[in-house]
Structures are given as C-alpha cells and as structure tokens.
C-alpha cells in the first residue's frame, strides 16, 4: 500500500513539472516559432519576388526600413491585370520610398512602356497606370543631372498641386494634367542640386496637354522642359543632353 501512495506522488510531481515546462515554453518561444522583428509582421511584403509584392515602395520603406535604392516588385489590382511588375525605387532620397515612373535624357527620345526598372532606361510609363499609381501617393520628386549622376539636381512638391497632376486625365491644353495648371509648378522646393527655372515667354507647344507633356518653359532656354516623348532635347533646361526624371511617393 505504502509502494502505491510513494508511486502516486512520483506521477503526480512529473505531471506538475511537466505542465510547469510546457506553460514556461509557451511565454518564451516566439508566436509561430519564427525569428521576427518585434512590430513587423513575417507576412509584409518586401518586394524581392513577385510573390512578395507590395503595393509601392514607400510600403516597402515603410516595412523594411533598412531597404536600399533598387528593383523591386508591386502589383495593383488595377495594373496589368493585377499581376506584379517592376520598378525602380530610390530608398534614399528625403527617407526614400520614391518610384521611378519615367525617365529619359542622353539625347534620345523616351517611349512608352510597361516598366521603369533603371535610370539609365529612356521610358515612361502608360497614363493610366501613372494615374493609379498616383492615387495612393502624396508627392512628386522631379530629378535631373549628367550621365554620371542623373538625380544630381531633385525638388521635391510641398503640397499635393503636383501630385494632382499625375492624378488628372485631363487633355486640355495646359490643363490639370500638366505643371501649368494652377501653379503647380510653384509648389516645388529644391532637395539638392541647382535651382529650376519656370518662366517662359511664348506659348508652350499645343501638345501641352498631359502626361507624358507636363511642362514647357517656352522661349527659356535654360527652364524646364519636361516632355518625355516631345523632344530628345527636353529636361530640367533645353538642349544641354541631360537626364531627367520624374518620382512619386
């Protein structure tokens, strides 16, 4: 009888220490047993694939701070179908989370395409997606500079008259769809380089009527001229052979 009682206590003490374990396990070892940073879900998406598409860079920036100038990829339900693609996200600039969406320079006209995925590429991407992509961001980064460093000069918008810009689909000329249009031209403010020069003295071209056409500082050789397909002089001045560039965020 005695044998039994001590056998008894034995089960009950490795049944106490063995609950005491699997509760003291449960508080240490991580939710899922992963390794993930503390406020960051394993589920956010940071661009590397197409199965980890985010939805801009500035998500990505947001998510994985410490996320470098580079390819990525995002998807849009309303873009290509809803299946992802790439682009070009300056990581850096201003606290980075920029997308690239057109570039041209190096006196050679820019066309249109599905994806900007470098500087050195003279593309511009189709209205309607900038227009999408454009609804969920809030600022415009426009950039130019030699072949050695095409973002030497940037300005960044201060409020959203530019952002409007890439949102409208408008087709009159100087309209809602260019820089003309209310000003919005004025609503930018220099982040690096020289200073960008808008005043003009003729009539810009009658195909001033939206993306890709957003400015012509007519008359002013050394103004903008922000024509992506217009002209392979176009650019932060006119004729001089440099990049240029246009971000939002």
Avoid at 34 to 52: A, I, M, R
Avoid at 161 to 176: D, E, H, L
């Amino acid at each position: 009888m005695q044998q039994r009682v001590d056998m008894d206590y034995k089960y009950l003490f490795f049944t106490i220490i063995l609950l005491f374990s699997i509760s003291l396990n449960s508080q240490i070892m991580p939710s899922g047993f992963g390794f993930s940073t503390p406020g960051l879900s394993s589920s956010d998406p940071d661009g590397s694939s197409p199965e980890n598409a985010a939805s801009s860079a500035y998500e990505i920036k947001q998510a994985f701070p410490s996320s470098t100038d580079g390819v990525y990829w995002i998807s849009n339900a309303s873009i290509n179908s809803g299946n992802p693609f790439q682009i070009y996200a300056d990581m850096t600039t201003d606290g980075g989370g920029w997308m690239l969406i057109a570039s041209a320079g190096g006196s050679s006209t820019a066309s249109e395409g599905n994806s900007v995925t470098s500087l050195d590429q003279r593309i511009y991407l189709p209205r309607s997606t900038v227009i999408t992509l454009s609804q969920d961001a809030s600022s415009v980064m426009l950039a130019n500079g030699s072949s050695g460093n095409k973002t030497q000069n940037k300005i960044i918008s201060t409020d959203d008259k530019p952002i409007n810009v890439f949102r409208s689909s408008s087709t009159s000329y100087m309209g809602a769809g260019t820089f003309h249009y209310n000003n919005a031209y004025s609503s930018f403010s220099t982040n690096s380089g020289s200073n960008w020069q808008w005043n003009y003295s003729c009539g810009p071209t009658g195909s001033m009527t939206g993306w890709p056409f957003l400015y012509h500082a007519c008359g002013n050789a050394s103004g903008v001229h922000f024509m992506f397909n217009r002209s392979s002089s176009s650019g932060r001045n006119w004729n001089t052979g440099q990049w240029y560039s246009a971000w939002i965020r």
